[in-house]
């Protein structure tokens, strides 16, 4: 009989963990899905709107399998996300336009350091929340830390200054 309890007792507990996570994530999307609406109603340009539209569609769509616990859609979600990356420059060229909308004062400032568009797209890698390894991993070039030392050159870091992941992060607004 105590066993019984014990394990109802844990079950509840962990029920209420479980459901507690799955409501802070859904908040968190929720958050996300209305900012990036927010985006899709400013006038932008169309190519950044389709790519907002899309993104925002994808989000969407895994709130909706967390929200009804229907998560047959997220397979199919997953693989476009997927597909979505694995053009590995296409992908950081959207990305940066994207940054260049959602972030115009984050970009400015790394132009404003003289950066090129393909040392700001490793940048938005950095602001997403990638860290170097996987950065280097995902682009698969093998002088990433040379050129990210050519970055934070620019970016007038020294070599004992803060990391370039929290540094770019932080001049996000």
């Known amino acids: 009989m105590l066993a019984i ?3 109802q007792w844990y079950f509840i507990v962990r029920h209420e ?4 996570a799955t409501l802070f994530h859904l908040k968190t999307l929720e958050a996300e899905r209305k900012y990036l609406e927010e ?4 006038p932008e340009d169309e190519q950044v709107r389709i790519l907002l539209h899309h993104r925002a569609s994808l989000l969407g769509r895994l709130m909706i399998g967390e929200i009804s616990g229907d998560y047959s859609d997220n397979e199919v979600v997953m693989q476009e996300i997927a597909e979505l990356v694995q053009d590995r420059d296409v992908f950081m060229r959207q990305n940066r336009l ?3 909308r959602w972030q115009p004062e984050m970009v ?16 938005c890698l950095y602001a997403m929340g990638l860290n170097g390894k996987t950065i280097q991993q995902y ?5 990433h830390y040379q050129n990210v030392g050519l970055i934070r050159k620019k970016l007038g870091l020294g070599e004992h200054d803060k990391n370039i992941d929290s540094y770019i992060r932080s001049l996000l607004k």
Not at 17 to 20: I, L, M, N, S
Not at 139 to 143: A, P, S
Request: aromatic share 2%; hydrophobic share 30%; charged share 35%.
């Open 5 to 7: 309890i014990l394990s």
């Open 17 to 20: 963990r479980t459901h507690a």
């Open 39 to 42: 985006i899709l109603n400013r």
């Open 98 to 100: 994207l940054y260049e």
């Open 108 to 123: 400015g400032r790394l132009r404003e350091s003289g950066l090129t568009d393909e040392e700001i797209e490793v940048c």
């Open 139 to 143: 682009t698969q070039d093998g002088r």
